[in-house]
T-cell receptor
Framework: AQSVTQPDIHITVSEGASLELRCNYS??????LFWYVQSPGQGLQLLLK??????LVQGIKGFEAEFKRSQSSFNLRKPSVHWSDAAEYFC?????????????FGKGTTLSVSS | DTEVTQTPKHLVMGMTNKKSLKCEQH?????MYWYKQKAKKPPELMFV???????INESVPSRFSPECPNSSLLNLHLHALQPEDSALYLC?????????????????FGAGSRLTVL
């Protein structure tokens, strides 16, 4: 069965420090992979996506993610965190056949940024 | 226009009320979705409309009734809700329900409607 695991429920990072949020997926074929961010009380904003090709994907707001097939991982990184990055981050996997309807979300990681 | 607009942003209703949530997009997307999100949880799919026809109903109780009047609008009619239905209701749209070429159909989400049932 398809699944997404975000091992870290809550992470606190100092402003200016680097960030890595972990995501592991279970899927029989090559998946579509996404990272979404959600600020409190807001909808979800797409940070980046991986469909095929280059395994290092660049997204908005200075985020990047690397697809590692051997580790079934799609970790999100940012070299220098800003206080405005504090939010909930969701990793999601989508089936190629129905990318929208088969979107499976991880439970999310809450990012806090300390000054 | 690259937005999904949801109204109202906040809604408080009693268990005997009838209300509606509205969603609008003008991106030419032909698939629209309703998700329900409880606090500190990921979104859960409720309904999918594809080309204005209901294509997926994830066993949602009948007190939630979706409607897609046209390709730009999606409504969620609410009646006889329970307090446990209180949540953030997210609308999303995508170009199509299926996958076309190399561009998978990424969901664009609205900001959500925060529903409180008393």
């Amino acid at each position: 069965a398809q699944s997404v695991t975000q091992p870290d429920i809550h992470i606190t990072v100092s402003e200016g420090a680097s960030l890595e949020l972990r995501c592991n997926y279970s899927y029989g074929a090559t998946p579509y992979l996404f990272w979404y961010v959600q600020s409190p009380g807001q909808g979800l904003q797409l940070l980046l996506k991986y469909f095929s090709g280059d395994t290092l994907v660049q997204g908005i707001k200075g985020f990047e993610a690397e697809f590692k097939r051997s580790q079934s991982s799609f970790n999100l990184r940012k070299p220098s965190v800003h206080w405005s990055d504090a939010a909930e981050y969701f990793c999601a996997v989508g089936a190629r056949e129905q990318a929208g309807t088969a979107l499976i979300f991880g439970k999310g990681t809450t990012l806090s940024v300390s000054s | 226009d690259t937005e999904v607009t949801q109204t109202p942003k906040h809604l408080v209703m009693g268990m005997t009320n009838k209300k509606s949530l509205k969603c609008e997009q003008h991106m030419g997307h032909r698939a629209m979705y309703w998700y329900k999100q409880k606090a500190k949880k990921p979104p859960e799919l409720m309904f999918v409309y594809s080309y204005e026809k209901l294509s997926i109903n994830e066993s949602v109780p009948s007190r939630f009734s979706p409607e897609c009047p046209n390709s730009s609008l999606l409504n969620l009619h609410l009646h006889a809700l329970q307090p446990e239905d209180s949540a953030l209701y997210l609308c999303a749209s995508s170009q199509d329900q299926g996958v076309r070429l190399s561009g998978a159909n990424v969901l664009t989400f609205g900001a959500g409607s925060r529903l409180t049932v008393l």
